[in-house]
Protein backbone atom coordinates (compact mmCIF):
# COMPACT_ATOMS: atom_id res chain seq x y z
CA UNK A 1 0.00 0.00 0.00
CA UNK A 2 1.10 3.40 -0.94
CA UNK A 3 0.19 6.49 0.83
CA UNK A 4 0.28 10.03 0.25
CA UNK A 5 -0.47 13.05 2.78
CA UNK A 6 -1.43 16.33 3.32
CA UNK A 7 -3.08 18.68 4.94
CA UNK A 8 -5.17 21.53 4.31
CA UNK A 9 -6.60 23.89 6.43
CA UNK A 10 -10.73 23.13 5.87
CA UNK A 11 -13.86 24.78 7.78
CA UNK A 12 -15.96 21.69 8.51
CA UNK A 13 -19.80 21.84 10.39
CA UNK A 14 -22.61 20.28 10.45
CA UNK A 15 -25.82 21.52 11.00
CA UNK A 16 -27.87 18.15 10.25
CA UNK A 17 -27.41 17.33 6.05
CA UNK A 18 -30.64 15.63 4.58
CA UNK A 19 -29.49 12.61 3.13
CA UNK A 20 -32.18 13.08 0.19
CA UNK A 21 -31.19 16.22 -0.65
CA UNK A 22 -27.01 15.28 -0.70
CA UNK A 23 -27.85 12.29 -3.07
CA UNK A 24 -29.61 14.44 -5.97
CA UNK A 25 -25.97 16.41 -5.98
CA UNK A 26 -24.21 12.42 -6.87
CA UNK A 27 -24.26 12.44 -10.33
CA UNK A 28 -22.88 8.75 -10.42
CA UNK A 29 -24.90 6.99 -6.93
CA UNK A 30 -22.36 5.50 -5.03
CA UNK A 31 -22.77 1.78 -4.24
CA UNK A 32 -22.44 2.61 -0.23
CA UNK A 33 -23.53 5.56 2.02
CA UNK A 34 -23.64 6.29 5.00
CA UNK A 35 -24.36 10.11 6.52
CA UNK A 36 -23.55 10.49 10.46
CA UNK A 37 -26.59 12.27 12.21
CA UNK A 38 -24.80 12.77 15.44
CA UNK A 39 -21.75 13.85 13.89
CA UNK A 40 -19.80 16.81 16.67
CA UNK A 41 -18.41 19.04 14.04
CA UNK A 42 -17.34 22.25 14.16
CA UNK A 43 -20.22 24.90 15.01
CA UNK A 44 -19.80 27.40 12.37
CA UNK A 45 -20.29 27.67 8.35
CA UNK A 46 -17.78 29.32 6.16
CA UNK A 47 -19.20 29.14 2.59
CA UNK A 48 -16.69 31.66 0.89
CA UNK A 49 -13.73 29.40 1.94
CA UNK A 50 -15.52 26.17 0.81
CA UNK A 51 -15.90 28.25 -2.56
CA UNK A 52 -12.06 28.42 -2.22
CA UNK A 53 -11.75 24.75 -2.01
CA UNK A 54 -13.76 23.78 -4.84
CA UNK A 55 -11.37 26.23 -6.84
CA UNK A 56 -8.29 24.94 -5.50
CA UNK A 57 -9.33 20.74 -6.12
CA UNK A 58 -10.07 21.82 -9.48
CA UNK A 59 -7.07 23.15 -10.41
CA UNK A 60 -5.52 20.06 -9.00
CA UNK A 61 -4.41 16.78 -10.60
CA UNK A 62 -4.16 14.49 -7.68
CA UNK A 63 -0.48 13.40 -8.79
CA UNK A 64 1.84 14.51 -6.09
CA UNK A 65 1.59 16.65 -3.39
CA UNK A 66 -0.49 19.38 -2.91
CA UNK A 67 -0.84 22.56 -0.44
CA UNK A 68 -3.72 24.70 0.85
CA UNK A 69 -2.74 27.61 2.99
CA UNK A 70 -4.93 28.49 5.93
CA UNK A 71 -6.61 31.55 6.12
CA UNK A 72 -7.55 33.41 9.55
CA UNK A 73 -9.60 32.06 11.96
CA UNK A 74 -10.15 28.66 10.05
CA UNK A 75 -9.95 25.63 12.19
CA UNK A 76 -7.56 23.13 10.90
CA UNK A 77 -8.56 19.72 9.45
CA UNK A 78 -6.63 17.20 7.96
CA UNK A 79 -6.84 15.69 4.44
CA UNK A 80 -5.84 12.79 3.90
CA UNK A 81 -5.14 11.16 0.14
CA UNK A 82 -4.14 7.09 -0.22
CA UNK A 83 -3.76 4.42 -2.76
CA UNK A 84 -4.98 1.01 -1.84
CA UNK A 85 -4.70 -1.21 -4.25
CA UNK A 86 -6.02 -4.06 -1.88
CA UNK A 87 -8.91 -3.29 0.27
CA UNK A 88 -10.73 -1.14 -2.94
CA UNK A 89 -12.37 -2.85 -6.17
CA UNK A 90 -10.25 -0.94 -9.36
CA UNK A 91 -11.27 2.20 -9.70
CA UNK A 92 -12.88 2.27 -6.48
CA UNK A 93 -12.61 4.87 -3.63
CA UNK A 94 -13.95 5.49 -0.34
CA UNK A 95 -14.46 8.87 1.31
CA UNK A 96 -14.41 9.45 5.19
CA UNK A 97 -15.52 12.76 6.38
CA UNK A 98 -15.12 13.28 10.18
CA UNK A 99 -15.31 16.25 12.60
CA UNK A 100 -11.60 16.78 11.80
CA UNK A 101 -10.62 15.15 9.01
CA UNK A 102 -11.58 14.10 5.39
CA UNK A 103 -9.42 10.93 4.09
CA UNK A 104 -9.78 10.14 0.31
CA UNK A 105 -8.75 6.61 -0.57
CA UNK A 106 -8.38 5.04 -4.26
CA UNK A 107 -7.59 1.98 -5.25
CA UNK A 108 -5.81 3.38 -7.84
CA UNK A 109 -4.96 6.57 -9.77
CA UNK A 110 -8.15 7.21 -11.15
CA UNK A 111 -9.89 5.76 -8.09
CA UNK A 112 -8.73 8.79 -6.53
CA UNK A 113 -9.53 11.04 -9.31
CA UNK A 114 -13.01 9.89 -9.08
CA UNK A 115 -13.02 10.34 -5.27
CA UNK A 116 -11.90 13.87 -5.63
CA UNK A 117 -15.45 14.14 -8.20
CA UNK A 118 -17.90 12.71 -5.40
CA UNK A 119 -16.13 15.40 -2.83
CA UNK A 120 -16.49 18.19 -5.52
CA UNK A 121 -20.15 17.28 -5.37
CA UNK A 122 -20.02 17.28 -1.77
CA UNK A 123 -19.07 20.37 -1.43
CA UNK A 124 -20.69 21.66 -3.68
CA UNK A 125 -23.83 20.67 -2.02
CA UNK A 126 -23.01 22.22 1.41
CA UNK A 127 -22.37 25.91 -0.56
CA UNK A 128 -25.47 25.58 -2.52
CA UNK A 129 -28.13 24.66 0.15
CA UNK A 130 -26.05 26.69 2.68
CA UNK A 131 -25.41 23.58 4.42
CA UNK A 132 -22.80 22.17 6.59
CA UNK A 133 -20.36 19.83 4.87
CA UNK A 134 -21.82 16.61 6.16
CA UNK A 135 -19.70 13.73 8.24
CA UNK A 136 -19.88 10.09 5.98
CA UNK A 137 -18.50 7.47 4.69
CA UNK A 138 -18.58 6.35 1.00
CA UNK A 139 -17.74 3.48 -0.54
CA UNK A 140 -17.70 3.48 -4.26
CA UNK A 141 -16.93 1.42 -7.25
CA UNK A 142 -17.97 1.53 -10.65
CA UNK A 143 -20.51 -1.77 -12.26
CA UNK A 144 -18.42 -1.48 -15.47
CA UNK A 145 -14.59 -1.47 -15.78
CA UNK A 146 -15.43 0.74 -19.15
CA UNK A 147 -17.69 3.54 -19.46
CA UNK A 148 -17.87 6.04 -22.25
CA UNK A 149 -19.72 8.21 -25.08
CA UNK A 150 -19.26 7.44 -28.63
CA UNK A 151 -20.05 10.38 -31.08
CA UNK A 152 -20.77 10.74 -34.26
CA UNK A 153 -18.73 12.87 -35.76
CA UNK A 154 -19.14 11.54 -39.87
CA UNK A 155 -22.64 12.05 -40.22
CA UNK A 156 -22.29 15.51 -40.62
CA UNK A 157 -21.02 17.51 -37.13
CA UNK A 158 -17.50 17.62 -36.44
CA UNK A 159 -17.41 20.18 -33.39
CA UNK A 160 -15.20 22.12 -32.91
CA UNK A 161 -11.66 21.74 -30.90
CA UNK A 162 -13.57 24.11 -27.90
CA UNK A 163 -16.82 22.09 -28.10
CA UNK A 164 -14.40 18.79 -27.36
CA UNK A 165 -12.91 20.47 -24.59
CA UNK A 166 -16.08 21.36 -22.83
CA UNK A 167 -17.45 18.05 -23.35
CA UNK A 168 -14.47 15.83 -21.86
CA UNK A 169 -14.64 18.24 -18.91
CA UNK A 170 -18.15 16.99 -18.48
CA UNK A 171 -17.47 13.27 -18.93
CA UNK A 172 -14.66 13.29 -16.71
CA UNK A 173 -16.66 14.59 -14.16
CA UNK A 174 -19.15 11.97 -14.99
CA UNK A 175 -16.83 9.26 -13.94
CA UNK A 176 -16.91 8.51 -17.56
CA UNK A 177 -13.31 6.60 -18.91
CA UNK A 178 -13.78 6.02 -22.80
CA UNK A 179 -14.55 8.03 -26.07
CA UNK A 180 -14.86 7.18 -29.12
CA UNK A 181 -14.88 9.12 -32.81
CA UNK A 182 -17.40 7.65 -34.99
CA UNK A 183 -15.34 8.49 -37.89
CA UNK A 184 -15.85 7.10 -41.66
CA UNK A 185 -14.04 9.93 -43.28
CA UNK A 186 -13.44 12.69 -40.94
CA UNK A 187 -10.06 12.08 -41.06
CA UNK A 188 -7.11 14.21 -42.66
CA UNK A 189 -5.79 10.97 -44.48
CA UNK A 190 -2.45 12.43 -46.41
CA UNK A 191 -3.21 10.45 -49.52
CA UNK A 192 -7.13 10.55 -49.23
CA UNK A 193 -7.98 14.58 -49.16
CA UNK A 194 -10.73 14.09 -51.70
CA UNK A 195 -12.71 12.40 -49.19
CA UNK A 196 -12.39 14.02 -46.82
CA UNK A 197 -11.50 17.91 -48.39
CA UNK A 198 -15.28 19.39 -47.53
CA UNK A 199 -15.74 17.34 -43.92
CA UNK A 200 -13.44 19.68 -41.62
CA UNK A 201 -11.83 16.35 -40.65
CA UNK A 202 -9.59 15.76 -37.28
CA UNK A 203 -6.09 16.30 -38.33
CA UNK A 204 -3.43 13.80 -36.53
CA UNK A 205 -2.20 16.90 -34.79
CA UNK A 206 -5.37 17.55 -33.00
CA UNK A 207 -6.17 13.94 -32.19
CA UNK A 208 -2.89 14.01 -30.47
CA UNK A 209 -3.83 17.09 -28.44
CA UNK A 210 -7.68 15.54 -27.52
CA UNK A 211 -5.49 12.32 -26.39
CA UNK A 212 -3.47 14.28 -24.10
CA UNK A 213 -5.99 16.63 -22.85
CA UNK A 214 -8.39 13.00 -22.32
CA UNK A 215 -5.13 11.30 -20.16
CA UNK A 216 -4.84 14.01 -17.39
CA UNK A 217 -9.34 13.24 -17.03
CA UNK A 218 -8.68 9.65 -16.75
CA UNK A 219 -10.19 9.17 -19.89
CA UNK A 220 -9.52 6.92 -23.13
CA UNK A 221 -9.65 8.26 -26.14
CA UNK A 222 -10.34 5.10 -28.46
CA UNK A 223 -9.82 5.39 -32.10
CA UNK A 224 -12.80 4.32 -34.11
CA UNK A 225 -12.76 3.93 -37.87
CA UNK A 226 -15.55 2.24 -39.64
CA UNK A 227 -13.91 -0.70 -41.96
CA UNK A 228 -16.60 -2.41 -44.07
CA UNK A 229 -19.92 -1.20 -44.16
CA UNK A 230 -20.76 2.37 -44.34
CA UNK A 231 -18.00 3.43 -46.32
CA UNK A 232 -20.41 5.63 -48.54
CA UNK A 233 -18.21 8.33 -48.01
CA UNK A 234 -15.31 6.64 -49.75
CA UNK A 235 -17.01 4.66 -52.63
CA UNK A 236 -18.92 7.32 -53.92
CA UNK A 237 -15.80 8.76 -55.53
CA UNK A 238 -14.82 7.42 -58.90
CA UNK A 239 -11.35 6.34 -57.34
CA UNK A 240 -12.51 3.93 -54.94
CA UNK A 241 -15.28 2.16 -56.75
CA UNK A 242 -13.73 -0.97 -57.71
CA UNK A 243 -13.73 -1.85 -53.82
CA UNK A 244 -17.33 -1.01 -53.69
CA UNK A 245 -19.13 -4.90 -53.10
CA UNK A 246 -22.28 -3.07 -54.87
CA UNK A 247 -21.14 -0.51 -57.65
CA UNK A 248 -24.25 -0.60 -58.89
CA UNK A 249 -27.80 -0.79 -57.14
CA UNK A 250 -28.09 -4.34 -55.58
CA UNK A 251 -31.54 -5.33 -53.95
CA UNK A 252 -30.81 -5.05 -49.65
CA UNK A 253 -32.89 -5.46 -46.85
CA UNK A 254 -32.81 -1.06 -47.23
CA UNK A 255 -34.18 -1.38 -50.61
CA UNK A 256 -32.13 -0.38 -53.04
CA UNK A 257 -28.57 0.44 -52.08
CA UNK A 258 -25.25 0.40 -54.18
CA UNK A 259 -21.42 2.19 -52.47
CA UNK A 260 -22.17 1.93 -49.13
CA UNK A 261 -19.81 -1.60 -48.20
CA UNK A 262 -16.18 -2.93 -48.94
CA UNK A 263 -16.17 -6.22 -51.35
CA UNK A 264 -14.24 -8.41 -48.47
CA UNK A 265 -12.94 -10.73 -50.95
CA UNK A 266 -10.80 -7.91 -52.57
CA UNK A 267 -7.59 -7.88 -51.23
CA UNK A 268 -7.30 -4.00 -51.99
CA UNK A 269 -10.20 -3.73 -49.66
CA UNK A 270 -7.61 -5.10 -47.24
CA UNK A 271 -4.68 -3.04 -47.79
CA UNK A 272 -6.76 -0.21 -47.82
CA UNK A 273 -7.79 -0.34 -44.51
CA UNK A 274 -4.17 -1.41 -43.59
CA UNK A 275 -3.20 1.77 -45.03
CA UNK A 276 -5.14 3.41 -42.96
CA UNK A 277 -4.98 1.92 -39.75
CA UNK A 278 -1.14 2.50 -40.01
CA UNK A 279 -1.75 6.48 -40.55
CA UNK A 280 -4.68 6.29 -37.84
CA UNK A 281 -3.37 4.72 -34.67
CA UNK A 282 -0.36 6.06 -34.00
CA UNK A 283 -2.16 9.11 -32.81
CA UNK A 284 -3.67 7.93 -29.83
CA UNK A 285 -2.21 6.16 -26.76
CA UNK A 286 -5.22 3.83 -26.28
CA UNK A 287 -4.72 -0.03 -26.55
CA UNK A 288 -7.92 -0.49 -28.20
CA UNK A 289 -9.55 0.25 -31.86
CA UNK A 290 -13.47 0.17 -33.09
CA UNK A 291 -12.74 -1.47 -36.35
CA UNK A 292 -16.38 -0.84 -36.68
CA UNK A 293 -18.22 -3.57 -39.20
CA UNK A 294 -22.24 -3.24 -38.88
CA UNK A 295 -24.95 -3.13 -41.13
CA UNK A 296 -23.07 -4.84 -43.95
CA UNK A 297 -26.63 -4.81 -45.97
CA UNK A 298 -24.71 -5.47 -49.00
CA UNK A 299 -22.72 -7.90 -48.80
CA UNK A 300 -22.68 -11.18 -50.66
CA UNK A 301 -25.50 -9.42 -53.15
CA UNK A 302 -22.14 -7.80 -55.20
CA UNK A 303 -18.87 -9.18 -56.04
CA UNK A 304 -18.70 -11.22 -53.17
CA UNK A 305 -21.92 -13.24 -53.99
CA UNK A 306 -20.06 -16.35 -55.25
CA UNK A 307 -17.81 -16.79 -52.39
CA UNK A 308 -20.77 -16.87 -50.12
CA UNK A 309 -22.39 -19.26 -52.42
CA UNK A 310 -19.11 -21.29 -51.61
CA UNK A 311 -18.29 -20.84 -48.03
CA UNK A 312 -21.39 -18.84 -46.32
CA UNK A 313 -22.18 -15.16 -45.61
CA UNK A 314 -21.24 -15.71 -42.62
CA UNK A 315 -18.05 -16.93 -43.34
CA UNK A 316 -17.29 -14.30 -46.02
CA UNK A 317 -17.94 -11.60 -43.02
CA UNK A 318 -15.52 -13.41 -40.24
CA UNK A 319 -12.48 -14.13 -42.47
CA UNK A 320 -12.55 -10.47 -43.27
CA UNK A 321 -12.99 -9.76 -39.83
CA UNK A 322 -10.30 -11.66 -38.78
CA UNK A 323 -8.09 -10.39 -41.32
CA UNK A 324 -8.37 -7.00 -39.52
CA UNK A 325 -8.26 -7.85 -36.47
CA UNK A 326 -4.59 -10.20 -37.20
CA UNK A 327 -3.56 -6.37 -38.40
CA UNK A 328 -4.65 -4.37 -35.76
CA UNK A 329 -2.89 -6.67 -33.66
CA UNK A 330 0.47 -6.47 -35.72
CA UNK A 331 -0.02 -2.75 -35.12
CA UNK A 332 -0.06 -2.90 -31.30
CA UNK A 333 -3.93 -2.99 -30.83
CA UNK A 334 -6.83 -5.16 -29.93
CA UNK A 335 -9.83 -4.49 -31.75
CA UNK A 336 -13.23 -3.96 -31.31
CA UNK A 337 -15.71 -4.60 -33.50
CA UNK A 338 -19.91 -3.97 -33.17
CA UNK A 339 -21.63 -7.12 -33.14
CA UNK A 340 -24.82 -7.12 -34.90
CA UNK A 341 -23.48 -8.71 -38.24
CA UNK A 342 -22.11 -11.92 -36.37
CA UNK A 343 -25.50 -12.03 -34.16
CA UNK A 344 -27.53 -13.40 -37.76
CA UNK A 345 -24.70 -15.90 -37.58
CA UNK A 346 -24.91 -17.07 -34.27
CA UNK A 347 -23.18 -20.57 -34.58
CA UNK A 348 -19.72 -18.47 -35.81
CA UNK A 349 -19.32 -16.84 -32.22
CA UNK A 350 -17.41 -19.58 -31.11
CA UNK A 351 -14.84 -18.87 -34.08
CA UNK A 352 -14.13 -15.51 -33.25
CA UNK A 353 -10.39 -14.47 -32.09
CA UNK A 354 -10.83 -14.56 -28.17
CA UNK A 355 -8.98 -10.96 -28.01
CA UNK A 356 -11.76 -9.13 -29.63
CA UNK A 357 -14.30 -7.21 -28.15
CA UNK A 358 -17.82 -7.43 -29.32
CA UNK A 359 -20.12 -4.19 -28.95
CA UNK A 360 -23.39 -4.90 -28.60
CA UNK A 361 -25.88 -3.09 -29.81
CA UNK A 362 -29.38 -2.01 -29.96
CA UNK A 363 -31.50 1.08 -29.86
CA UNK A 364 -34.97 0.38 -29.02
CA UNK A 365 -36.54 -0.03 -25.55
CA UNK A 366 -37.16 -3.48 -26.07
CA UNK A 367 -34.03 -4.65 -27.78
CA UNK A 368 -33.28 -8.36 -25.88
CA UNK A 369 -29.88 -7.82 -24.58
CA UNK A 370 -30.71 -10.55 -22.16
CA UNK A 371 -30.53 -12.92 -25.29
CA UNK A 372 -28.06 -11.36 -27.03
CA UNK A 373 -25.03 -11.27 -24.60
CA UNK A 374 -25.10 -14.58 -22.89
CA UNK A 375 -24.04 -15.57 -26.93
CA UNK A 376 -20.79 -14.21 -26.32
CA UNK A 377 -20.32 -14.41 -22.56
CA UNK A 378 -20.58 -18.32 -23.13
CA UNK A 379 -17.55 -18.40 -25.79
CA UNK A 380 -15.53 -16.54 -23.90
CA UNK A 381 -15.54 -13.46 -25.93
CA UNK A 382 -15.70 -10.03 -24.31
CA UNK A 383 -18.32 -7.23 -24.99
CA UNK A 384 -19.86 -4.02 -24.14
CA UNK A 385 -23.17 -3.27 -24.23
CA UNK A 386 -24.24 -0.28 -26.62
CA UNK A 387 -27.49 1.71 -25.78
CA UNK A 388 -27.85 4.91 -27.12
CA UNK A 389 -28.89 8.51 -26.61
CA UNK A 390 -32.22 8.22 -29.06
CA UNK A 391 -31.26 11.62 -30.04
CA UNK A 392 -30.75 11.22 -33.77
CA UNK A 393 -33.84 11.58 -36.12
CA UNK A 394 -35.51 12.92 -33.25
CA UNK A 395 -34.86 16.85 -33.59
CA UNK A 396 -35.84 17.18 -29.69
CA UNK A 397 -35.00 13.91 -28.60
CA UNK A 398 -37.34 10.48 -27.56
CA UNK A 399 -36.71 9.80 -23.73
CA UNK A 400 -38.59 7.66 -22.92
CA UNK A 401 -37.40 5.33 -25.17
CA UNK A 402 -33.49 6.14 -24.58
CA UNK A 403 -34.19 5.86 -20.63
CA UNK A 404 -35.31 2.43 -20.97
CA UNK A 405 -32.86 1.34 -23.49
CA UNK A 406 -30.07 2.74 -21.45
CA UNK A 407 -31.58 1.14 -18.45
CA UNK A 408 -31.72 -2.20 -19.68
CA UNK A 409 -28.30 -2.14 -21.06
CA UNK A 410 -27.31 -1.36 -17.84
CA UNK A 411 -29.27 -4.19 -16.02
CA UNK A 412 -28.45 -7.21 -18.31
CA UNK A 413 -25.10 -5.84 -18.52
CA UNK A 414 -24.02 -5.98 -15.16
CA UNK A 415 -26.01 -9.52 -14.92
CA UNK A 416 -23.64 -10.91 -17.98
CA UNK A 417 -20.05 -9.64 -16.71
CA UNK A 418 -20.28 -6.58 -19.62
CA UNK A 419 -16.44 -5.27 -19.68
CA UNK A 420 -18.41 -2.22 -20.85
CA UNK A 421 -21.04 0.72 -21.37
CA UNK A 422 -20.75 2.69 -24.12
CA UNK A 423 -23.28 5.80 -24.87
CA UNK A 424 -23.81 6.08 -28.58
CA UNK A 425 -24.77 9.47 -29.84
CA UNK A 426 -25.41 8.90 -33.83
CA UNK A 427 -26.25 11.98 -36.43
CA UNK A 428 -28.46 9.72 -38.90
CA UNK A 429 -29.72 12.40 -41.62
CA UNK A 430 -28.70 15.73 -40.98
CA UNK A 431 -27.42 15.51 -37.23
CA UNK A 432 -30.55 17.91 -36.22
CA UNK A 433 -30.74 17.33 -32.64
CA UNK A 434 -28.45 19.89 -31.20
CA UNK A 435 -25.84 18.92 -27.71
CA UNK A 436 -28.80 20.83 -25.49
CA UNK A 437 -31.01 17.78 -26.28
CA UNK A 438 -28.47 15.44 -25.89
CA UNK A 439 -27.33 16.26 -22.52
CA UNK A 440 -30.25 14.21 -20.65
CA UNK A 441 -29.67 10.83 -21.51
CA UNK A 442 -25.41 11.00 -21.75
CA UNK A 443 -26.10 11.63 -18.03
CA UNK A 444 -28.34 8.87 -17.31
CA UNK A 445 -25.77 7.00 -19.44
CA UNK A 446 -23.47 7.97 -17.32
CA UNK A 447 -24.93 7.33 -14.13
CA UNK A 448 -26.10 4.05 -14.78
CA UNK A 449 -22.70 3.11 -16.38
CA UNK A 450 -21.42 3.51 -12.49
CA UNK A 451 -24.26 2.07 -10.84
CA UNK A 452 -27.61 1.68 -12.30
CA UNK A 453 -30.48 2.86 -9.23
CA UNK A 454 -34.10 3.37 -9.68
CA UNK A 455 -33.29 7.02 -8.17
CA UNK A 456 -30.88 8.70 -11.19
CA UNK A 457 -34.76 9.76 -13.38
CA UNK A 458 -35.92 11.04 -10.06
CA UNK A 459 -32.05 13.35 -9.62
CA UNK A 460 -32.17 14.06 -13.47
CA UNK A 461 -33.64 17.55 -14.10
CA UNK A 462 -31.91 18.76 -11.05
CA UNK A 463 -28.48 17.46 -12.07
CA UNK A 464 -29.28 19.20 -15.98
CA UNK A 465 -29.98 22.60 -14.13
CA UNK A 466 -27.04 22.38 -11.31
CA UNK A 467 -24.11 21.09 -13.44
CA UNK A 468 -24.90 21.69 -17.41
CA UNK A 469 -27.37 24.75 -17.56
CA UNK A 470 -26.47 26.12 -14.53
CA UNK A 471 -29.95 27.43 -13.93
CA UNK A 472 -31.77 28.12 -10.46
CA UNK A 473 -34.67 28.60 -11.83
CA UNK A 474 -35.32 25.12 -13.37
CA UNK A 475 -36.57 25.82 -16.06
CA UNK A 476 -34.42 24.95 -18.91
CA UNK A 477 -33.67 21.20 -17.53
CA UNK A 478 -37.45 20.90 -17.22
CA UNK A 479 -38.24 22.40 -20.56
CA UNK A 480 -35.63 20.14 -22.23
CA UNK A 481 -37.46 16.84 -19.97
CA UNK A 482 -40.72 17.83 -21.54
CA UNK A 483 -39.34 18.75 -24.87
CA UNK A 484 -37.78 15.02 -25.24
CA UNK A 485 -40.70 13.57 -23.95
CA UNK A 486 -43.29 15.32 -26.73
CA UNK A 487 -43.13 13.06 -29.32
CA UNK A 488 -45.38 10.29 -27.07
CA UNK A 489 -48.30 12.93 -27.46
CA UNK A 490 -48.59 11.78 -31.17
CA UNK A 491 -49.30 8.16 -30.04
CA UNK A 492 -47.47 6.05 -32.71
CA UNK A 493 -45.72 3.05 -32.46
CA UNK A 494 -41.90 3.24 -31.29
CA UNK A 495 -39.65 3.47 -34.21
CA UNK A 496 -35.76 4.60 -34.47
CA UNK A 497 -37.55 8.07 -35.61
CA UNK A 498 -40.57 10.43 -34.24
CA UNK A 499 -43.55 11.79 -35.93
CA UNK A 500 -42.15 15.02 -36.22
CA UNK A 501 -38.47 13.58 -37.86
CA UNK A 502 -40.61 11.15 -40.32
CA UNK A 503 -42.08 14.07 -41.47
CA UNK A 504 -39.37 16.07 -42.28
CA UNK A 505 -37.69 12.81 -44.10
CA UNK A 506 -40.46 11.67 -45.56
CA UNK A 507 -42.23 13.78 -47.46
CA UNK A 508 -41.96 12.38 -50.71
CA UNK A 509 -43.13 8.90 -49.71
CA UNK A 510 -46.66 7.70 -48.79
CA UNK A 511 -47.98 7.76 -45.41
CA UNK A 512 -49.85 4.83 -44.99
CA UNK A 513 -47.31 2.22 -46.04
CA UNK A 514 -45.01 2.92 -42.92
CA UNK A 515 -45.21 1.35 -40.22
CA UNK A 516 -45.45 4.36 -37.90
CA UNK A 517 -46.78 7.24 -40.45
CA UNK A 518 -49.47 5.39 -41.04
CA UNK A 519 -50.86 5.57 -37.05
CA UNK A 520 -50.38 9.58 -37.55
CA UNK A 521 -53.34 11.43 -36.52
CA UNK A 522 -54.35 15.13 -36.56
CA UNK A 523 -55.35 15.15 -33.21
CA UNK A 524 -51.82 13.43 -32.02
CA UNK A 525 -50.05 15.80 -33.91
CA UNK A 526 -51.83 18.92 -32.62
CA UNK A 527 -51.27 17.21 -28.88
CA UNK A 528 -47.50 17.15 -29.62
CA UNK A 529 -47.15 20.45 -30.91
CA UNK A 530 -49.26 22.01 -27.22
CA UNK A 531 -46.69 19.92 -25.59
CA UNK A 532 -44.08 21.84 -27.26
CA UNK A 533 -45.25 24.75 -27.15
CA UNK A 534 -46.06 24.25 -23.12
CA UNK A 535 -42.17 23.39 -23.00
CA UNK A 536 -40.94 26.23 -24.35
CA UNK A 537 -42.53 28.51 -22.38
CA UNK A 538 -40.94 27.08 -19.61
CA UNK A 539 -37.76 27.59 -21.84
CA UNK A 540 -38.44 30.73 -21.88
CA UNK A 541 -38.54 31.55 -18.59
CA UNK A 542 -35.24 29.94 -17.40
CA UNK A 543 -32.22 31.68 -16.90
CA UNK A 544 -29.49 29.39 -17.23
CA UNK A 545 -26.59 30.66 -16.41
CA UNK A 546 -23.89 27.90 -18.53
CA UNK A 547 -21.19 29.54 -20.59
CA UNK A 548 -23.11 28.32 -23.50
CA UNK A 549 -26.00 29.52 -22.00
CA UNK A 550 -26.91 31.46 -25.21
CA UNK A 551 -26.13 28.67 -27.28
CA UNK A 552 -28.65 26.15 -25.47
CA UNK A 553 -30.95 28.18 -25.57
CA UNK A 554 -31.14 29.41 -29.20
CA UNK A 555 -30.23 25.37 -30.52
CA UNK A 556 -33.08 24.38 -28.18
CA UNK A 557 -35.58 26.55 -29.87
CA UNK A 558 -34.38 26.43 -32.72
CA UNK A 559 -34.58 22.22 -32.93
CA UNK A 560 -38.19 22.75 -31.19
CA UNK A 561 -39.27 24.74 -34.69
CA UNK A 562 -38.19 22.26 -36.46
CA UNK A 563 -40.14 19.57 -35.26
CA UNK A 564 -43.17 21.59 -35.15
CA UNK A 565 -42.63 22.26 -39.35
CA UNK A 566 -42.61 18.82 -38.75
CA UNK A 567 -45.76 18.72 -37.87
CA UNK A 568 -47.32 21.22 -39.88
CA UNK A 569 -46.42 19.26 -42.37
CA UNK A 570 -47.99 16.44 -41.41
CA UNK A 571 -50.93 17.80 -40.59
CA UNK A 572 -51.43 19.29 -43.93
CA UNK A 573 -50.81 15.87 -45.22
CA UNK A 574 -53.66 14.23 -43.57
CA UNK A 575 -55.81 16.61 -44.52
CA UNK A 576 -54.55 16.54 -48.45
CA UNK A 577 -55.87 14.32 -51.07
CA UNK A 578 -54.18 10.38 -50.87
CA UNK A 579 -52.43 12.41 -47.99
CA UNK A 580 -49.45 13.36 -49.96
CA UNK A 581 -47.31 16.40 -50.29
CA UNK A 582 -47.60 17.71 -53.36
CA UNK A 583 -51.53 18.14 -53.20
CA UNK A 584 -51.36 20.61 -49.93
CA UNK A 585 -53.41 23.62 -51.24
CA UNK A 586 -50.90 26.12 -52.51
CA UNK A 587 -51.75 28.73 -49.65
CA UNK A 588 -50.71 26.44 -46.80
CA UNK A 589 -47.66 25.28 -49.14
CA UNK A 590 -46.72 28.80 -49.07
CA UNK A 591 -47.24 29.26 -45.11
CA UNK A 592 -44.83 25.73 -45.09
CA UNK A 593 -42.52 27.33 -47.14
CA UNK A 594 -42.08 30.45 -45.63
CA UNK A 595 -41.90 29.21 -41.98
CA UNK A 596 -39.26 26.67 -43.49
CA UNK A 597 -37.12 29.39 -44.65
CA UNK A 598 -36.15 30.81 -41.70
CA UNK A 599 -35.59 27.92 -39.78
CA UNK A 600 -33.03 26.91 -42.86
CA UNK A 601 -31.19 30.25 -42.19
CA UNK A 602 -30.92 29.77 -38.74
CA UNK A 603 -29.65 26.24 -38.82
CA UNK A 604 -26.92 27.25 -40.97
CA UNK A 605 -26.07 30.28 -38.30
CA UNK A 606 -26.60 27.73 -34.94
CA UNK A 607 -24.72 24.88 -36.72
CA UNK A 608 -21.40 27.20 -36.60
CA UNK A 609 -21.71 27.58 -32.51
CA UNK A 610 -20.45 24.62 -31.74
CA UNK A 611 -19.12 22.46 -34.83
CA UNK A 612 -16.86 22.90 -38.03
CA UNK A 613 -18.35 24.09 -41.03
CA UNK A 614 -17.85 20.49 -42.79
CA UNK A 615 -20.68 18.76 -43.31
CA UNK A 616 -23.02 21.40 -42.96
CA UNK A 617 -23.97 22.09 -46.81
CA UNK A 618 -24.83 17.99 -46.93
CA UNK A 619 -26.91 18.79 -43.53
CA UNK A 620 -28.77 21.76 -44.84
CA UNK A 621 -29.08 20.25 -48.45
CA UNK A 622 -32.16 17.95 -46.80
CA UNK A 623 -33.98 21.18 -45.61
CA UNK A 624 -33.69 22.99 -49.22
CA UNK A 625 -34.63 19.38 -50.89
CA UNK A 626 -38.11 19.62 -48.80
CA UNK A 627 -38.19 23.42 -49.48
CA UNK A 628 -37.79 22.94 -53.00
CA UNK A 629 -40.09 20.21 -53.23
CA UNK A 630 -42.74 22.67 -51.69
CA UNK A 631 -42.45 25.01 -54.77
CA UNK A 632 -43.28 22.52 -57.55
Known amino acids: MKSVFFTLFFSLIYLGASGQDLKQYLINPPQKIEIVDTCNSFSFQNAAYINNIVTFLNTQDFNGELKLFPTPNT ?141 KKYIDLVPNQNSFGHMENWLKYDTYLDLAECPTDCKTIWGNRKRTSLNPVDPRSFELMKSLYEELLPNFSSNYFNIGGDETVELCLGKSKEACEKIG ?42 NMTALVWGYSASYPFDENLPKFK ?95 TGNTGKAILKLGDAY ?64 ILKETEQAANLAKHGIHLGIARLKANGYATENIPQNEKDSLINELQPLIDKHQEYWLLRNRIGGLEDSTSKLHDLLEYYKK
Open 378 to 472: NAGIDFYVCPGTSTWRSEIGRNDNAFENLKNAAVQGQKNNAKGYLNTNWGDYGHFQPLSVTYAPLLVGAAYSWNYTDDTLGNLEFQLNHYIFKDA
Open 313 to 354: KGEVYLEYLKKLNNEVNRQGYEAQFWGDIILNHPELIDELPK
Open 75 to 215: PKADIVLKIDSTSLKPQGYSIKIAPSTIELIGHDPAGLFYAKQTLLQILLYAITENKAVPCLKITDWPNFERRGVMLDVSRDKVPTMETMYQLIDKFSSWKLNELQLYIEHTFAYKNHEEVWKNASPFTPEQIKELDAYCK
Open 488 to 551: LKANIPNGNANAFHLMLRRYMWTMKGHYQTKHLTIQGLEAAEKEINDALDILHQGKPTAPDADI
